[in-house]
């Protein structure tokens, strides 16, 4: 039934939502919606999902050939859409709209060290830009030498009942390998289609194809569809990993429910499993952040949308608009601009265009956040 998961009070204003998403193209994060769909999390928070199997990505350094890796690479990409795409209905029982980062918002976190996975795993986010809204982020497994670098920012438009959001920017994977050289990744990104508006009950689907390419030649090519396509269940995906020109073998061809399980096809062996626990990332406690961390500078509004209190959570809120309101207009009076803390933007990312145009990556060229290399861990 129409808006059945929508408390009673809210559904005159989840309608009025939902028909001002109909036309709608751009940025959505800044789109008023009903307090029953916020969520206390800042999107600064989300890239943690890319590391919440540790020990998968420092797998990938363990791979002893080109082919290994390539896979090893594969297996923890798919193995992190589970809480990437359905964390927040795990959580809080349907997809919510996340808190709209303000620019220079950070978030530091890391995974321990222990046996199975080497060193400490490290993420540090920073908040690029507001308008549009795009969250750089580094994941670092410095004794493995795996290193992840990427940025996020979407394009939303409403097409057929649903929000369609088209990920913008990339991710760039590296591997320092024994002999001394460095193989890259180029990681795109899937679309998304959120469904169940009508409901009231919003999640996402993923659509479209997404690449893996290494500098080694192997691709990974991942196709995604939801119910009644390859096997009428949701969240399944195909993945056909292909080797360069010059080696003879066939693909790999994997086939699954990226949320659950998946099987190489011809041999019947799972690849990836995601039914057990993840492990969510370390983070310092809101006391002892600063005022720039997300959970520190979130707290106010995050305790009133936790509590039901809206009121003090628009408060709260409305104080740190204006505090950037008024960053921005001091700012243009005195000829300055924010100066990022942790990454400097590039027009072009050079590993993008090498890399993309071995499977005619579209766009051809994008840009790109180089990491400075400051982690809060080297400053201290
Ligand atoms: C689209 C979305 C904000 C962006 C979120 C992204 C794409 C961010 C990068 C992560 O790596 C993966 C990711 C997962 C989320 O599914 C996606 C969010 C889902 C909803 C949110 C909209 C801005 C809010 C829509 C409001 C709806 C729920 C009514």
């Known amino acids: 039934q129409a808006g059945e998961a929508v408390p009673a009070a809210q559904k005159s204003s989840w309608t009025s939502f939902l028909k001002s998403l109909a036309g709608f193209t751009g940025d959505l994060s800044a789109m008023t919606a009903p307090p029953f769909i916020l969520s206390p999390t800042s999107l600064t928070e989300f890239p943690a999902y890319w590391c919440e199997r540790p020990e998968l990505f420092a797998a990938i350094a363990d791979g002893k050939t080109e082919q290994a890796r390539a896979f090893a690479v594969l297996k923890w990409f ?183 399980t998946s099987k190489e096809l011809h041999s019947g062996v799972t690849f990836h499993d995601v039914t057990s626990p993840k492990e969510e990332i370390t983070v310092a406690p809101v006391e002892q952040q600063g005022e720039w961390e997300s959970r520190k500078l979130w707290h106010g509004v995050a305790t009133g949308i936790r509590e039901g209190d809206f009121e003090s959570a628009a408060t709260f809120k409305g104080k740190i608009e204006n505090e950037q309101r008024q960053r921005r207009r001091d700012e243009s009076a005195n000829g300055t601009t924010w100066e990022l803390k942790h990454f400097k933007h590039i027009e072009y990312d050079p590993v993008y265009e090498r890399l993309g145009k071995l499977f005619k990556a579209n766009p051809p060229t994008e840009d790109g956040y180089v990491y400075l290399g400051n982690s809060p861990r080297s400053e201290s």
Do not use: C
């Open 78 to 260: 798919i193995s992190t859409l589970k809480g990437q795409y359905t964390s927040r209905n795990e959580s809080m029982g349907s997809e919510k709209k996340p808190l709209n980062p303000v620019l220079g918002e950070l978030f530091y976190g890391y995974w321990p060290a222990n046996a199975a996975r080497g060193g400490k795993t490290t993420l540090v986010v920073e908040q690029v830009s507001h308008h549009p809204p795009i969250t750089a982020y580094r994941i670092e497994n410095l004794e493995k030498g795996v290193i992840l670098t990427g940025h996020s920012a979407q394009k939303t438009s409403f097409s057929g009942g649903s929000i369609i959001v088209k990920q913008v920017g990339h991710a760039t994977l590296t591997v320092s390998l024994p002999s001394g050289e460095t193989e890259e990744y180029l990681i795109t990104l899937p679309r998304l289609r959120i469904d169940g508006l009508w409901y009231g009950s919003p999640y996402i689907e993923l659509a479209e194809t997404s690449y893996i390419q290494s500098s080694t030649g192997w691709l990974s090519t991942i196709e995604y569809k939801g119910k009644g396509y390859f096997s009428g269940k949701s969240h399944t995906f195909k993945a056909t990993l292909t080797p360069p020109s010059h080696v003879h073998t066939s693909p790999h061809v994997i086939e699954g429910t990226w949320h659950t």
